[in-house]
Antibody, heavy 119, light 107 residues
Framework: EVQLVQSGGGLIQPGGSLRLSCAAS????????MTWVRQAPGKGLEWVSV???????HYADSVKGRFTISRDNSRNTLYLQMNSLRAEDTAMYYC?????????????WGQGTLVTVSS | DIQMTQSPSSLSASVGDRVTITCRAS??????LDWFQQKPEKAPKRLIY???GLQSGVPSRFSGSGSGTEFTLTISSLQPEDFATYYC?????????FGQGTKVEIK
């Protein structure tokens, strides 16, 4: 069974850094393409970043140069390193796995982790 | 960037009603269009992939259709557990973009 368990959120001051984790089970992260999506309080969904099995990555313009998506194959875990955080980065962050045989990028979701950027 | 215009932004409906939600893309996105359901304080859940593919475990009252730039999610007979917010997503071009959401409420 595919499971994604997230951790690493919290309260952080503007300009600070935080690393989100997404521990996977039931599949191999390195063989999948993995995505981060966020949702500001009371707002809609926003795509943040994706990493493909071959290692290629893509980012939303709003986070490019500040956020880095990566994975640790030995831990079967996805990460999102967030630097130079701003108030507008405050959101619930979700990791997601592709749908496998059912195509598309967001077939399975983690439970979410809340990031609050505030002084 | 591809804009996804979702309509309506909200609707009120009764149990048993047929409900239709539309997403219009600002340019063609082939079949790279998925639909999601989100209940309060919960992670989104994929309902439909590739325009019309039904995600495993999703009831058959949910269906998707469309092509090119106009896509539709239909709930054939609304059930109490279907009251939620629905989003479309295009993943044809970066940045991937979601519609702004449709909140389905009880009439």
């Amino acid at each position: 069974e595919v499971q994604l368990v997230q951790s690493g959120g919290g309260l952080i001051q503007p300009g600070g850094s935080l690393r989100l984790s997404c521990a996977a089970s039931g599949f191999t992260v390195s063989s999948s393409y993995m995505t981060w999506v966020r949702q500001a309080p009371g707002k809609g969904l926003e795509w943040v970043s994706v990493i493909y099995s071959g290692g290629a990555t893509h980012y939303a313009d709003s986070v490019k140069g500040r956020f880095t998506i990566s994975r640790d194959n030995s831990r079967n875990t996805l990460y999102l390193q967030m630097n130079s955080l701003r108030a507008e980065d405050t959101a619930m962050y979700y990791c997601a796995k592709d749908g496998g045989e059912a195509r598309g990028p967001l077939g399975y979701w983690g439970q979410g982790t809340l990031v609050t950027v505030s002084s | 960037d591809i804009q996804m215009t979702q309509s309506p932004s909200s609707l009120s409906a009764s149990v048993g009603d047929r409900v239709t939600i539309t997403c219009r893309a600002s340019q063609g996105i082939r079949s790279d269009l998925d639909w999601f359901q989100q209940k309060p304080e919960k992670a989104p859940k994929r309902l439909i992939y590739a325009v019309s593919g039904l995600q495993s475990g999703v009831p058959s009252r949910f269906s998707g259709s469309g092509s090119g730039t106009e896509f539709t999610l239909t709930i054939s007979s609304l059930q109490p557990e279907d009251f939620a917010t629905y989003y479309c997503l295009q993943h044809n071009n970066y940045p991937w973009t979601f519609g702004q959401g449709t909140k389905v409420e009880i009439k």
